[in-house]
């Protein structure tokens, strides 16, 4: 079974009526074997609440939508396991420690992060690291 890299974009997409929400929700059921570093909770905390501020959800809401990230099958990482490779990632390649941690958990289980920011994976694409990183728009 391949393991899939999920990143905070993707669960928001998979939570909100964005535009990558069916696939984004597709990946999640699937049978993927989903890792992420720890980071992931406080990311995806900071997007229930991006949202609460902007009046998009209650109070309620965000607690239920809480409740389903918690109930996916993530095996998470501790971002201290990673961050030495990711602040190498980041400064190599000009993107944030953030975003490098998903990248070097990729990297580490040989496994590809599926995301909805396409500068982090346009900024990878003439690099090595391109393997690991792909746009939810190209999953099929």
Do not use: H
């Amino acid at each position: 079974m391949k393991r899939c890299v999920i990143d905070a974009s993707l669960i928001a997409a998979s939570m909100f009526q964005e535009e990558f929400e069916e696939p984004a929700s597709a990946l999640l059921a699937s049978n993927c074997i989903q890792v992420a570093p720890a980071i992931i909770f406080a990311e995806v905390g900071n997007v229930i609440w991006k949202r609460f501020r902007l009046k998009e959800i209650n109070e309620i809401e965000a607690g239920k939508l809480l409740a389903g990230f918690f109930r996916l099958p993530l095996r998470i990482t501790p971002s201290e396991k990673l961050i030495k490779s990711s602040l190498q990632i980041a400064m190599q390649y000009d993107r944030t420690a953030y975003d490098s941690l998903y990248v070097a958990l990729a990297v580490k289980t040989d496994a590809v992060m599926v995301t909805t920011d396409k500068r982090l994976v346009n900024a990878l694409a003439g690099s090595p690291l391109k393997k690991y990183v792909r746009w939810l728009g190209d999953v099929k």
